[in-house]
């Protein structure tokens, strides 16, 4: 009834017809190698476990910020993976090829501004600010030993500053036992004790031998000593 028409088609400028020439020798069950060795398999291992770190931090941040996960939960997994993410740029490879955390978050698009954050405070929210004092056992005796512990952390931290030992894998250790030791004893505020979170922040950006230079020591020293005084006068 009808007489079949072609169906027209806009011409194209090019036209493609396969050829056995042009085939490509592509192996579809053939798995892909994204390393060449041993190491730098490690390699993209290790930024591939920083990178789930920082956004795992990130969301246990907000969690924290909307009372959605204990205070006691919220610490002890904070402090793991902020230990897992410097565990992980011990390693000198993994270090440079990091750069730095602004560089690997502008690298792989990331945004994460609480983990950045926290990352750079080093410790959890809950040791840096502690919204209460600290569950403790009951009794003067309890409360001496508190007291007692904190008093050895600053001593110990002066004392290791008295003899030269100034490099961030030194200090930093007995700087987080200072604030957390103190924390125990009194959740005041006293002269000196943000202090005690700036120096941790400054010896974050620092690598794990890299040492205080000599006005960097004689201001650490006078901080932490004001510190130690300002914690006496809670007493």
């Known amino acids: 009834m009808y007489s079949q028409r072609q169906l027209a088609y806009a011409p194209t400028p090019y036209s493609y017809t396969p050829t056995s020439s042009l085939s490509a020798n592509i192996n579809l069950d053939e798995e892909v190698k994204l390393y060449n060795s041993a190491s730098e398999r490690d390699l993209y291992e290790s930024l591939a476990e920083i990178y789930s770190i920082i956004l795992t931090l990130d969301a246990l941040e907000k969690a924290y910020l909307k009372d959605s996960i204990p205070e006691p939960e919220y610490t002890e997994i904070c402090s793991r993976l902020i230990k897992q993410y410097r565990s992980n740029l011990a390693d000198e490879n993994v270090a440079n090829a990091f750069v730095d955390l602004e560089t690997f978050k502008r690298e792989w698009g990331m945004e994460c501004p609480r983990a950045t ?22 009794g003067n005796a309890a409360a001496a030993t508190l007291i007692v512990a904190a008093s050895e952390n ?3 931290l002066l004392d290791a500053i008295k003899i030269g030992m100034i490099s961030k894998d030194t200090l930093h250790p007995i700087l987080v036992e200072t604030i957390q030791s103190v ?16 120096w941790l922040i400054t010896l974050n950006q620092m690598r794990a031998a890299q040492e205080l230079n000599q006005e960097q020591t004689r201001e650490l020293e006078f901080d932490m000593q004001r510190a130690y005084n300002g914690f006496k006068t809670t007493l």
């Not at 954050?117 to 009951?138: D, L």
């Open 183 to 198: 924390n125990k004893v009194t959740d005041k505020e006293f002269d000196g004790k943000e202090k005690i979170v700036q």
């Open 117 to 138: 954050e926290r990352i750079k405070v080093g410790i959890p929210a809950t040791v840096e600010q502690p919204t209460h004092k600290s569950s403790q056992p009951s």
């Open 154 to 156: 600053f001593i110990t």
